[in-house]
């Protein structure tokens, strides 16, 4: 769930709208998907077609989730402190845990989970700091494209492509690594983005 953008600057966390709203709802929807989803990722060791599918479509809900509860809470004035605190927990709870149990079936390499989630985790707590100081920096959309690469590269390896299309697994690999690697790309470029602005907002380095 994404805060409301103003231009530039820092914005203070709502503090008006009711903590029960749909949007909170969701985001603790997502929350409690995660392990619905992890489970259904690891039967069988990751080879059963069907948990697979099952997986990426546990995957999708949680992911489109987090799109509903933004726009509810911005169209109906619902962003909250608890909104701005528990939604980007519960995307990294979701991305974590998809990439995680990927090295852990050996399906994506532990490099890159390492990565990424050092990445979120320390923007995560950066902008936890930023908040509780000078209140939130809007997301750029450099970050909501890292957001989509992520989501769409995590799919791509959650499908058992390489079960369904054994024939074609070059092309599948290619397709996979190429998604990948620009995830990559924009999970760092980004996060030295967020750090740069951390720090150049009023009130000076978090740290």
């Given at each position: 769930?994404?805060?409301?953008?103003?231009?530039?600057?820092?914005?203070?966390?709502?503090?008006?709208?009711?903590?029960?709203?749909?949007?909170?709802?969701?985001?603790?929807?997502?929350?409690?998907?995660?392990?619905?989803?992890?489970?259904?990722?690891?039967?069988?060791?990751?080879?059963?077609?069907?948990?697979?599918?099952?997986?990426?479509?546990?995957?999708?809900?949680?992911?489109?989730?987090?799109?509903?509860?933004?726009?509810?809470?911005?169209?109906?004035?619902?962003?909250?402190?608890?909104?701005?605190?528990?939604?980007?927990?519960?995307?990294?709870?979701?991305?974590?845990?998809?990439?995680?149990?990927?090295?852990?079936?050996?399906?994506?390499?532990?490099?890159?989970?390492?990565?990424?989630?050092?990445?979120?985790?320390?923007?995560t707590?950066?902008?936890?700091?930023?908040?509780?100081?000078r209140?939130?920096?809007?997301?750029?959309?450099?970050?909501?494209?890292?957001?989509?690469?992520?989501?769409?590269?995590?799919?791509?390896?959650?499908?058992?492509?390489?079960?369904?299309?054994?024939?074609?697994?070059?092309?599948?690999?290619?397709?996979?690594?190429?998604?990948?690697?620009?995830?990559?790309?924009?999970?760092?470029?980004?996060?030295?983005?967020?750090?740069?602005k951390?720090?150049?907002?009023?009130?000076?380095?978090?740290?």
């Amino acid at each position: 769930m994404s805060s409301p953008q103003p231009t530039g600057g820092t914005v203070p966390v709502g503090g008006q709208a009711p903590l029960l709203n749909i949007a909170n709802a969701l985001t603790c929807l997502r929350l409690l998907l995660v392990p619905v989803f992890v489970a259904a990722l690891l039967v069988e060791g990751g080879e059963d077609t069907f948990w697979r599918m099952t997986a990426f479509t546990v995957f999708v809900v949680a992911a489109l989730t987090d799109r509903l509860d933004g726009q509810l809470a911005r169209s109906r004035g619902l962003v909250t402190w608890f909104g701005a605190l528990a939604d980007p927990i519960a995307d990294k709870a979701l991305t974590g845990a998809a990439l995680v149990g990927l090295s852990m079936l050996g399906i994506v390499p532990w490099w890159v989970t390492i990565v990424i989630l050092g990445r979120e985790i320390g923007i995560t707590v950066l902008r936890f700091l930023v908040i509780r100081r000078r209140g939130v920096i809007p997301a750029s959309r450099g970050g909501k494209a890292k957001t989509v690469a992520q989501t769409f590269a995590i799919g791509l390896f959650l499908l058992p492509l390489p079960l369904l299309f054994p024939d074609s697994l070059g092309a599948v690999l290619a397709v996979q690594w190429t998604v990948l690697v620009v995830a990559l790309a924009l999970t760092v470029a980004t996060g030295v983005d967020y750090v740069v602005k951390a720090v150049r907002a009023p009130g000076g380095s978090p740290a």
